[in-house]
């Protein structure tokens, strides 16, 4: 069973940055690949950012140019820089993890930008 803890997330005005982060913790699992999404309110879950085990990246058009998503293996962790924050930005991220045997999900930090 792997846990992930969420951190990062908050208040900012637009034009800011934030950094999330995720750590996976558990015992015999080895992790393959990593993303974030997010799910504003009224709307499906979307596809922030993943980044593969060799470190391979692919965004969102939405973001691209903005965020930054990147790894620490070993630390099993995950993060997302987020820069030039907009309002509609705003929503709750989820930490993704997929391993060899199945996917988790983190339990969501939500990120709220003002205008």
């Known amino acids: 069973q792997v846990q992930l803890v969420e951190s990062g997330g908050g208040l900012v005005q637009g034009g800011g940055s934030l950094r999330l982060s995720c750590a996976a913790s558990g015992s015999g699992f080895s992790i393959n690949t990593m993303a974030w999404y997010r799910q504003a309110p009224g709307k499906q879950r979307e596809l922030v950012a993943v980044?593969?085990?060799?470190?391979?990246?692919t965004y969102a058009d939405s973001v691209k140019g903005r965020f930054t998503i990147s790894r620490d293996g070993a630390k099993n962790a995950v993060y997302l820089q987020m820069n030039s924050l907009k309002p509609e930005d705003t929503a709750v991220y989820y930490c993704y993890v997929i391993t060899l045997t199945r996917p988790y999900w983190g339990q969501g930090t939500q990120v709220t930008v003002s205008s």
């Open positions: 980044i593969s085990s060799g470190g391979s990246t």
